[in-house]
C-alpha cells in the first residue's frame, strides 16, 4: 500500500510523532510518504490511502485546504474523511458536542463582521478573564488571554479579529496553570494514553508535563463525542479542562492533524498503522 501522510512545506514546529509512525509503516510493509498539501507540484495520484499528519498551517488557509481535501478524495482514500474534517475545521462544532451531552468549555462564538460590547457580554456570564481566539485556529494561533483591567485591550482584540473571521470567546480556566490540560488519544476504536499540558497561548512552544492512562469517563466521554462518526475514524485527540469545582470539561476535539504524542505510547503507532487495513472497510 502507497501511504501519504499530509504536511505542510514549512512546519512550524518539530513533528515527534514522525520517526515512530515511519517506523511502523516500515514494519507494516508500507511504503510511506510526506505530502505538502501547500506544494502545488505534490501529487497524490500514485497513493492508495492520504492521512492528515502534520498540515500545521491549514488554519492560515482554511478555504485552500479544504478544497484541497475535496480534490484529493476524487482520487484517494483519505483519513480522517473529508466530510468530518470540514465540520472539525470550525470551532463552532462544540456546540454540537454540547447537545450530544459532553461538558464543555463555556463558548460564545462570533460572526466577522458582527459589532460586539464585550463588557456587556463579560458581566452577564461574571467572567472576568477570558480567552478570545479565532474560530478556526490551531496551535493557540492569535490565542490571548485578558484580565481585570485589561477591558479596553480585550476589546480592541476583539474587534481586531471580527473584522475578517469569526471568533470565539471563553472564560479562562485557573485549572491550567496547576493542573493542566489532559489530552485524550483515541486510535483505531479506543483510548490508549493521555498526554499531560500547560497552556500555551499564541506564539508559545507546547508543554508536556508527562504522560498518563485513560480514566473511565475519559474513555466515555470520548466515545460520547464521536458517537456520530465514530466508525468511521482512524483518531481522534478530546483535550480537557478542569473548572472551578472540578468537573472536566472539553476544550476541543481535534480531528484533523493532532499531535497523538506517541513516544508517550509507541505501542499506539503501531495501532495507527494497523487501522489503515481495517479503514478499507469503512463506509
Known sequence: MQVGFVTCRVLPEPDHDEALLAEACREAGYDARLIPWDDPQA????????????????????????????????????????DIVRWNSHKTYLNDLANRGCPVVPTVHLQAGEPVDLNPLLLERDWSTVVVKPSVSAASYLTRSFGPGQEAAAQ???????????????????????????????????????????PRFDEDEESIAGGDTPTRDECELIDRAIAPFRDRLLYARLDLMQDQNGQWLVSELELIEPSLYFPLCPEAARRFVDGFAQSADWS
Request: with cysteine.
Open 43 to 82: 501529487s497524490t495520484d500514485d497513493f492508495d490511502l492520504v492521512v492528515f499528519r502534520s498540515c500545521w498551517n491549514y488554519h492560515l488557509h482554511a478555504r485552500e485546504f479544504l478544497q484541497w481535501v475535496d480534490r484529493v478524495s476524487q482520487t484517494s482514500r483519505i483519513l480522517n474523511p473529508p
Open 156 to 198: 480592541s482584540y476583539l474587534s481586531e479579529l471580527l473584522a475578517d473571521r469569526d471568533v470565539m470567546v471563553q472564560p479562562y480556566l485557573p485549572s491550567v496553570d496547576t493542573v493542566g490540560e489532559r489530552s485524550v488519544v483515541w486510535i483505531s476504536g479506543e483510548a490508549s494514553h493521555v498526554a499531560l499540558k500547560r
